[in-house]
Nanobody, 116 residues
């Protein structure tokens, strides 16, 4: 398995920005992503990035969020701009299974709160 540790969450006013980081315990040779879960709602996809850096985004964050990865640092980032109160959630880092793991991996999550 791979251990994932998120950081960078916090509270920000609407219109503000935050940058989340997720450090993996080793190089991940698969797609990684960010998901979020708001109170009373199911966990949902925010963005994903392949090892070759192809990306996909949820429609709700397109044009505002940007996912990137630095494989030399075993780190994936989520730059969040123009934040809205509806972006408030716990954000989780995720890594698909690769050749050195038996299942997908998840971080513990980091809270993002956007106030109006």
């Amino acid at each position: 398995q791979v251990q994932l540790v998120e950081s960078g969450g916090g509270e920000v006013q609407a219109g503000g920005s935050l940058r989340l980081s997720c450090v993996a315990s080793r190089r991940v040779f698969s797609t990684m992503g960010w998901y979020r879960q708001a109170p009373g709602k199911q966990r949902e996809l925010v963005a994903r990035i392949t090892d070759g850096r192809s990306t996909i985004y949820a429609d709700s964050v397109k044009g505002r969020f940007s996912i990137s990865r630095d494989n030399a640092k075993n780190t994936v980032y989520l730059q969040m701009n123009s934040l809205k109160p509806e972006d408030t959630a716990v954000y989780y880092c995720q890594a698909d299974r690769d050749a050195w793991s038996t299942s997908d991996s998840w971080g513990q999550g980091t809270q993002v709160t956007v106030s109006s």
